[in-house]
C-alpha cells in the first residue's frame, strides 16, 4: 500500500509542475542528454498510480479467486474449486450465455446499421451537417437514465400501441418476457451507440480517395458494386476495430440491463457483469465472483484475439 | 478535419491495438484530402428522406421525456405520445428538490472539470514522455503496460477496488477523479503518442539549443500543439465522467457524494409511484450535456472524426 500513498502525492503536484514549467525560467538542466530525468519524473506518477489502481486490484482480484473470501473477515485458500464449481452454476452458465448472443447480435446490428448511415450520410444528401448532428445525439446521453425512458416505452407505450393497433403479440411487455427481454435490452444498446460508430465510419469514408469512385462511375459500376468492390474494402481497417471494440462493449454490459430489466425475469437478463457485481457486492460470493471475473477476463481477451485474428485474414485476402 | 489525416495511417483512437489494421498500401491513400462538400450534383431526394425518418428515432425517447415531463400522473396512460393537455411545471421543482439535483449536478460538475483538466494535463505529458523514448525498451514497454489494459474488463477489478479505495478514504469525488483520471491513460495515451509522434523532432530541437528544458519545451511547444487531440481527448472523457454510472456505483458510499446518474438509480424506487417527476429528473440529468453538445456540436462531431481519422 506505499506505493499508493507516494503515488497519489505525486498527482496533487502534477498541476504546480505544469505551472513551474511553463512560468519559472528554463533551469537549463535538462539541456544535455535530452533531458532523460524529466522524462523520467513525467512518466513515474502516472506509473505508480496505474499499478496502483488498475494492476494492483487485477492482481488482489486474480489472488482472491483462489479463496473462499465472502469480501470481508476470515478467508482460506480453496486451490482451484471456485473454478470447478463456475463450469457446473447453471446461473454462470446462463450469464454467459446470455451476454455472448445479446453483445453478437448488438455488435452485428450497430455495425450493419452505423455502416449504412454513414453511407449514406457521405452521399448526396440535403441537410447533411444537421442529420450528421442529430445521429450523434445518443452518445451524449448517459445510458442509465435514457434507459430508464426506454423502460417506460417498452413498459407500457409500446403495449398501448399494439393494442390499439391490434397485434395480439405485442401487448405484454416484452421486457416481463423471459425469452424476449434481451431484445429490449439490444434496442437501447444499439440506439446509443450507433451515433459514435457512425462518426467512426464517417471518418473511415472520408479516407477514399474521390478518384476512385469517378472511375468506377466511368465504368459504369452501380452503387451497390461501387460499395461492395472501392468503399468497404478501403474501409475494411475501421471496420475491424470497430467490430472489435463494439463487442468487447457490449460483453461488459451493465448500465443497460440496470435500466430495463435489473437482470430479470428471474435471472433471464442477467449479464456476466451484473452476476459478478451482484454475487460480489450484494450475495457474499467475492472469492467465487472474482474466479467469475478472471475467467470473464479471459474470455474477452478470447473473443479480441479471434476477432482480430479472422477480420485480419479476410483483410489480407481483400 | 482534412490537415489530420497528413499522420497517415498511425493508430486509430478507440483501437487498442497495433494499427495492422489500417496499414500496409491504403497508407499512402489515406493522405488524401476528404471528399466532402467536393461532390457536385443535385442531392438525392430520397435518401434524404430515408435518413431524415431514421433520424426521427433518435428524437422519439426524447420526445417522449418531455412530454412525459410536463404531465400530470391523471394524463398518464394509453401510448404516452400524446401532447399533454395541462402542463405541470411543478414536476421539475419536485423533481429538483426530491433528488437534491443542485448537489448531485454540483458534484458532477466537479468530478467532470476536475478528471478533463488533469486527464489533460497528465494524460498528454506521459504519453510526450513515452513517445520521445519509444526506442528505449522501459518506455515501450510502458506504451504496452497501458495499452494493454484495455483489455482487462472492469469486472476484475470493481470488488476489489471498491475495498481499495474505501480503505483509503477515496469512496468520494477526489477518488473518482483520480480513478477516471488513471483509467482513462490506457485510451489516450495512445491517441496523444500517435498524435505527437507526427509532430517533427526539429521543433523540439530548436528550443533546447536556446536551453530550454524538457519540461519547458512540453508546456510551451508541444502541449500547444496538441490542442486538436486535446479536443478530441477531453470530448471523450467528458462525456465519460459525467454518464458513468458503474464506477460511482462501486466507488461512492456517500450519497452526498453521488453524481447525477448514480442519483437517477438511488431514487428509482421512489419515483416508480410518479412518472412524470421522474422523467423531469431524467431531462434535468441529461439537459446540461445536451446543451453544451447543441453549442459546441460541429466542434465535438470534427474532435472525434479527427482522432479516429489519427
Known amino acids: 500500500m506505499s506505493t499508493t500513498t507516494g503515488g497519489s502525492t505525486a498527482v496533487g503536484q502534477t498541476p504546480d509542475r505544469s505551472r513551474g514549467g511553463a512560468g519559472a525560467p528554463p533551469s537549463g538542466r535538462g539541456t544535455r542528454g535530452r533531458g532523460s530525468r524529466a522524462y523520467l519524473w513525467m512518466v513515474l506518477p502516472a506509473f505508480l498510480l496505474f499499478f496502483a489502481f488498475h494492476t494492483f486490484p487485477v492482481l488482489q482480484g486474480v489472488f482472491f479467486s483462489f479463496t473462499d473470501s465472502p469480501g470481508y473477515g476470515e478467508w482460506g485458500f480453496v486451490g482451484l474449486s471456485n473454478y470447478t464449481a463456475l463450469f457446473t452454476d447453471p446461473r454462470i452458465g446462463h450469464a454467459y450465455l446470455f451476454t455472448a448472443q445479446f453483445a453478437v447480435v448488438a455488435t452485428i446490428l450497430t455495425n450493419v446499421l452505423a455502416l449504412a448511415i454513414a453511407v449514406g450520410l457521405n452521399g448526396k444528401i440535403k441537410f447533411r451537417t444537421t442529420l450528421r448532428a442529430v445521429y450523434f445525439i445518443p452518445y451524449v446521453l448517459a445510458i442509465l437514465v435514457v434507459g430508464y425512458v426506454f423502460q417506460y416505452l417498452f413498459t407500457f407505450s409500446i403495449p398501448a400501441m399494439a393494442e390499439a393497433l391490434g397485434v395480439e403479440a405485442l401487448t405484454t411487455s416484452i421486457l416481463a418476457d423471459e425469452s424476449w427481454a434481451w431484445v429490449a435490452i439490444v434496442v437501447l444498446a444499439v440506439w446509443q451507440s450507433t451515433a459514435f460508430s457512425i462518426v467512426l465510419y464517417l471518418a473511415g469514408l472520408q479516407t477514399v480517395p474521390a478518384e476512385l469512385y469517378e472511375a468506377a462511375s466511368l465504368d459504369g459500376a452501380s452503387a451497390a458494386r461501387r460499395f461492395r468492390s472501392i468503399t468497404f474494402p478501403m474501409i475494411f481497417g475501421f471496420f475491424t476495430i470497430n467490430m472489435v471494440l463494439s463487442l468487447k462493449g457490449f460483453l461488459q454490459v451493465f448500465d443497460h440491463i440496470f435500466a430495463l430489466t435489473a437482470g430479470g425475469p428471474g435471472t433471464a437478463t442477467e449479464s456476466v457483469g451484473v452476476l459478478i457485481y451482484r454475487g460480489g457486492f450484494q450475495g457474499g460470493e467475492y472469492g467465487y465472483q472474482l474466479a467469475n471475473a478472471v475467467l470473464f477476463m479471459i474470455v474477452i481477451i478470447a473473443f479480441a484475439v479471434f476477432q482480430l485474428r479472422v477480420l485480419q485474414g479476410r483483410e489480407e485476402q481483400a | ?310
Not at chain 2, 497528413?6 to 488524401?32: C, F, M, N, Q, V
Not at chain 2, 467536393?38 to 433518435?58: I, K, S
Not at chain 2, 405520445?81 to 428538490?97: C, H, K, M, Y
Not at chain 2, 477515496?170 to 483509467?183: F, M, S, W
Request: charged share 10%.
Open chain 2, 1 to 310: 478535419m482534412s490537415t489530420q489525416t497528413i499522420g497517415g495511417a498511425g493508430p486509430r483512437p478507440g483501437a487498442g491495438l497495433p494499427p495492422e489494421g489500417t496499414d500496409g498500401p491504403r497508407r499512402s491513400l489515406l493522405r488524401r484530402r476528404p471528399r466532402e462538400g467536393e461532390d457536385a450534383g443535385p442531392a438525392n431526394p430520397w435518401l434524404t428522406a430515408l435518413l431524415v425518418v431514421l433520424a426521427l428515432t433518435v428524437f422519439v425517447p426524447l420526445y417522449f421525456a418531455v412530454v412525459t415531463a410536463l404531465k400530470t400522473p391523471a394524463q398518464l396512460g394509453g401510448t404516452g405520445f400524446g401532447l399533454p393537455t395541462e402542463i405541470r411545471w411543478a414536476n421539475f421543482s419536485d423533481a429538483w428538490r426530491l433528488t437534491d439535483f443542485p448537489r448531485a449536478a454540483l458534484n458532477s460538475a466537479v468530478i467532470t472539470a476536475g478528471t478533463l483538466v488533469l486527464t489533460l494535463l497528465t494524460n498528454s505529458m506521459v504519453a510526450y514522455a513515452i513517445s520521445r523514448n519509444m526506442h528505449r525498451r522501459g518506455y515501450k514497454a510502458l506504451f504496452f503496460y497501458f495499452i494493454s489494459a484495455l483489455f482487462v474488463p472492469f469486472p476484475i477489478l470493481m470488488l476489489p477496488i471498491a475495498k481499495q479505495t474505501a480503505i483509503l478514504g477515496l469512496d468520494n469525488q477526489v477518488g473518482l477523479i483520480l480513478l477516471y483520471t488513471v483509467y482513462g491513460l490506457s485510451f489516450n495515451v495512445f491517441v496523444y503518442v500517435a498524435y505527437i509522434r507526427s509532430i517533427p523532432i526539429e521543433l523540439e530541437e530548436a528550443a533546447r539549443m536556446d536551453g530550454a528544458s524538457t519540461w519547458t519545451v512540453f508546456w510551451r511547444i508541444i502541449f500547444p500543439l496538441l490542442s486538436p487531440m486535446n479536443a478530441t481527448v477531453g470530448i471523450i472523457t467528458c462525456v465519460w465522467a459525467w454518464n458513468d454510472f458503474l464506477l460511482p456505483l462501486v466507488i461512492v458510499s456517500d450519497p452526498g457524494a453521488a453524481t447525477l446518474p448514480l442519483q437517477q438509480y438511488v431514487f428509482q424506487s421512489q419515483f416508480s409511484q410518479n412518472y412524470p417527476v421522474a422523467f423531469a429528473s431524467y431531462l434535468m440529468a441529461m439537459l446540461p450535456l445536451l446543451v453544451v453538445y447543441a453549442v459546441a456540436q460541429r466542434w465535438v462531431i470534427s474532435g472525434v472524426t479527427r482522432g479516429s481519422v489519427k
